[in-house]
């Protein structure tokens, strides 16, 4: 969504956003950021009622909360302009045809015209029948001309409004599928990528699936707070997307969850580019203000799985978490594979 509130109107809508934020236990990123500012610019109905309803309650926001809440409200709001900018384009087409029916008819009746004129000139005629003829048919052909003029200029009109939706629906689709803090697919535009992928191939088989967890996240955000929990998360997001190529996709699929779907992929592929995420993200360390040092250590439990002969997402999601839970069970900050895929 454009937000066009100029800068006086938005610096007020931060000031009572982030006085609202600031009562609330959940990080104060740009996802939270998000419900806040829609509901204090009056953008967002649906979640004002909701917003409301929790304050009046009592009800504190999680870090759970906002990500639901922002995928029911905000970008489940983004997926229903991209379905109305497809029920745009249909008509376009439906109307473009339609005009194109009318201009064929049109053609089709004035070539009549013309043969009957062919016809009646062809035959002995006296001087008032042929000039008669002859006004005729500059009148069928002006006709013909105006038919053509109208239907290109409609034809015009549709090209340019289908460009204008197609650069709608490309932004709309984009930041629908987009997680905002991370610039990673989210948990819609993972499952998509996913979709999209099996119907490229026919199944899913021989795609390998990351899933991966950071380790005592919250621990981190409650020593050292949100914000630098939040450059924990971009830092985690930046490792994932330098290490993945091609047809890889990295996604943020929940608070501190992140997934990444590698096809044509072995289990011991997986696994060593798992291994070389969690080196990376080890060896890193995010700065706390100036002269305070770093927060030390980041460690993340992978959990890997490799999609068999008619497996589906939701399967290979499961034995991948399976893997992600005995890692985190056993220890964590190491890589573990689903008991299925093990050699």
Known sequence: MRYREDRQQSAEILRLAVAA????????????????????????????????????????????????????HIAAREHRQYENV???????????ADETRK???????????????????????????VQQTVVDLLSDTGRMRSVAAELSARLQASTEEVNSLTQSLQRAQSEALRDP??????????????????MQR???EHIALLMIDIDHFKAVNDTH???????????????????IK????????????FAVLLPDTSVAGAVSLARQICALVSHGRIKRAAGEGTIGQVTLSIGVAVAGAGESLETLMERADGALYEAKRTGRARVNVAEGDRS
């Open 246 to 257: 091609g047809r890889d996709v990295a996604a943020r699929v929940g608070g501190e969850e």
């Open 86 to 96: 497809r029920a745009d384009l249909h008509r376009i087409l439906k109307d473009t």
């Open 181 to 198: 803090l991370t610039d990673l697919r989210n948990r819609r535009g993972f499952e998509q990528s996913a979709a999209d992928l099996q």
């Open 21 to 72: 934020m600031g009562k609330q236990p959940a990080a104060a990123n740009p996802t939270h950021y998000a419900l806040w500012y829609e509901h204090c610019a009056g953008l967002n109905p649906g979640l004002s009622r909701v917003l409301e309803a929790r304050l009046a309650a009592g009800s504190a926001l999680t870090d759970e909360d906002v990500w639901q809440l922002h995928g029911e």
């Open 202 to 204: 026919g199944n899913l």
């Open 103 to 129: 201009a064929e008819d049109q053609s089709s009746r004035i070539d009549e015209a013309l043969a009957n004129h062919q016809e009646r000139l062809s035959s002995p005629a006296d001087p008032a029948a």
């Open 225 to 243: 707070g949100h914000v630098l929990g939040d450059k924990v998360l971009r830092a985690v997001a930046h490792v994932l997307k330098s290490n």
